[in-house]
């Protein structure tokens, strides 16, 4: 497997997260007699996980931003990125990657499970957390099979835009918190048809850029025209 490109740190990272108030995290971070807290630091750049490795753990990302990818040889599928708040595990068969330097809080596999039947009111929390993950995943998996590149882009920043204002106001101002980079690796593309898709979209008065972090949506109307299909594709 070629070790990915590094990439740059130009978008902001979402808040850490205080594992006092998040339910998996509080219940991870219990010092018992039979359990100790492990948090872990990980620089950049840097694997959690990899096929393989023999990892059976949990964890909740503290601070910073994951990526969780397939990859056979020179080709790679990403699933998903993970923000501070979210859950994982290291016994599948992805890798996960620290995209930013990350803070996680650990915990066996075995010790979690004796949690969750110990403590039924931590399951609705994690069946939460683990049906966004795979409900991100879903999307990412529709857009590659069924939608042309310019129609993935349309699509995800219609996602981005409801995920501020469900209405989806003219006007409405929407961050972004990816770098391009790795926007395109969600489309299954480069990040050179990503630009040149965005800008298109600009040259078209469908959105607008403010500054490098935000894009102001003009016209919704047509941006969700566009990501259900159009003659526009780039490649």
Known sequence: MTPPTKPDTGHPERPAIDVADHPIGAALSADTPFHAPTV????????????????????????GRLRVYLSDEDKELTL????????????????????T??????????????????????????IRVFARLLARSIDIIENLAFRDVAARLANFLLGLARGVDATLPAGLRVPLQLRTEDIARLLGTSRQTVSSLIGQLVRDGVIAREGRRTLV???PEELARRAKGSDLSAG
């Open 40 to 63: 872990r630091q990980y620089k950049r750049g840097s694997f959690i996980a990899s096929p393989g490795s023999g990892g059976n753990t949990v964890f909740v990302l503290q601070q």
């Open 101 to 126: 330097d990350c803070t996680l809080l650990m915990a066996d596999t075995g010790y979690f499970q004796g949690r969750l039947l110990s403590d039924p009111a931590l399951m609705p929390a994690t």
């Open 217 to 219: 949506l003009l016209a």
């Open 80 to 99: 998903a990125f993970l923000e501070p708040g979210e859950v994982y595990c290291t016994h599948t068969r992805a890798w996960v990657e620290a995209v």
